[in-house]
């Protein structure tokens, strides 16, 4: 058994094993240079007149060119009736008055106004229009102005954004969307 493994060992050389990966890439360097058999002939640009027949029917093959860019799909409408239409002012009218609330602690309030009418399922459509609200907030706050979409101003159903301008008052510009505000306290001189 010693034996056996003594000359096992030998054969083992890590120097040796180098050696010959190497000489197995060198033969698969040399297989991929050389070219194929048949294959030594490039291929020949298509005439004027080929190129213009093919060109009545190369849009059913789509863009070739690579920069092109594929053109922007129109947002998906709404599929089923909006679930808080008939409360949507309330709604608006409690964040403003409290924007620092989460959307969980309205939608509680709101079943705790509506009992049974707004399951908990509809949870995620409070937080989008939430998360919108506020997104209206912060552009006004940041930039003075608001969003309003074309096609919820009666201008059609374009779904563009225009910007609106407001008055930007310069008290408000440490004002926050997420905590309480506090009125400014009056300091006699």
Request: charged fraction near 30%; charge should be positive; proline fraction near 10%.
């Amino acid at each position: 058994m010693r034996r056996r493994l003594d000359e096992l060992r030998a054969t083992l050389d890590p120097v040796r094993l180098l050696r010959e990966v190497r000489a197995a890439q060198q033969q698969l360097v040399e297989i991929a240079d050389t070219p194929a058999v048949g294959d030594a002939a490039k291929p020949t640009p298509p005439t004027l007149e080929q190129f213009l027949s093919g060109l009545r029917t190369a849009w059913q093959e789509g863009e070739v060119r690579p920069t092109s860019v594929q053109k922007a799909k129109p947002k998906r409408l709404r599929r089923r009736p909006d679930p808080l239409a008939a409360v949507t002012t309330e709604l608006r009218e409690w964040f403003e008055a409290e924007p620092w609330r989460t959307s969980r602690e309205l939608f509680e309030r709101l079943q705790a106004e509506y009992p049974g009418v707004y399951p908990g399922g509809q949870l995620r459509t409070l937080q989008r229009r939430m998360k919108e609200w506020r997104r209206e907030v912060a552009h006004r706050m940041v930039f003075g102005t608001t969003l309003v979409d074309a096609g919820l101003a009666g201008g059609g159903a374009s779904g563009q954004q225009h910007p609106v301008d407001l008055p930007l008052r310069l008290d408000d510009a440490y004002a926050s969307p997420t905590t309480p505000q506090v009125p400014p306290q009056q300091t006699s001189m």
